[in-house]
């Protein structure tokens, strides 16, 4: 599978690693002007680990659901275009507006992803790429309503944590409900199972159905 553009493997300590060049952001090993990019602390690391076909060239518009202190938004935003970054706590979006300052393609949000209507005069639309780590209950949902952003050959990548929609039941089986929600707005294009860097997630490749 093809990397990004800007996004490289690395050998540090006799391992290939993922990387990108940018500012350290969270005590990640450099490689001169590259930083690692450890999928042990990132899904979308993982995806890229596993070889699943993100569809990403690099450059992209991107929308980023669920940015959190920034650590893996970080390393979009060195190898894509604009990134819109969406954290409704405000601690780790403290963080986050710290991690933008060397990076002037990256706009924090500190906004609720399950209330498009209150970022889209700031959003831009036709975005290529909306990145979704919410961690929350209704993640289908949350996908469903930011699908307005999208281009129509735009891709939805997505970490569904099973967890957070219901801790009782098997993974296995809230995944299957996530992606029949998802199915009304998207089409799935590939699912991997994250569990080698991060237990009971699924990631999820879609594109946007026509309206
Ligand atoms: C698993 S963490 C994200 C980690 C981050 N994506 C990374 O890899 O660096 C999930 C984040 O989603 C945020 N979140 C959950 N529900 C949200 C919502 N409705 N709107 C915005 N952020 C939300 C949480 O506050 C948390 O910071």
Not at 17 to 28: D, F, I, K, S
Not at 94 to 102: E, F
Not at 189 to 194: E, G, H, P
């Amino acid at each position: 599978m093809t990397l990004p553009e800007g996004v490289s493997r690395r050998r540090v300590d006799d391992r290939e690693r993922l990387a990108t060049r940018g500012e350290p952001v969270y005590g990640e090993p450099t490689d001169g002007p590259w930083r690692l990019w450890d999928a042990g602390r990132s899904k979308l690391g993982a995806m890229l680990e596993l070889g699943l076909d993100t569809g990403l060239t690099g450059g992209e518009g991107v929308l980023y659901l669920g940015a959190a202190s920034g650590t893996t938004v970080s390393h979009v935003a060195d190898f894509a275009g604009p990134t819109y970054a969406v954290e409704f706590a405000p601690r780790p979006a403290r963080d986050l507006v710290d991690v933008a300052a060397s990076r002037p393609n990256l706009f924090p949000l500190l906004k609720d992803a399950r209330r498009p209507e209150t970022y889209a005069h700031v959003v831009e639309s036709n975005l290529d790429v909306l990145i979704q780590d919410v961690a929350t209950r209704g993640q289908a949902r949350v996908a469903a309503r930011n699908r307005r952003f999208l281009a129509p050959d735009g891709r939805l990548l997505a970490a569904i944590k099973a967890r957070s929609e219901d801790v009782t039941r098997e993974p296995a089986a809230v995944f299957e409900d996530v992606l029949a929600t998802l199915r009304d707005r998207y089409e799935i294009l590939a699912t991997a199972r994250l569990d080698r860097y991060h237990d009971d997630h699924l990631a999820v490749v879609a594109r946007p159905l026509a309206e």
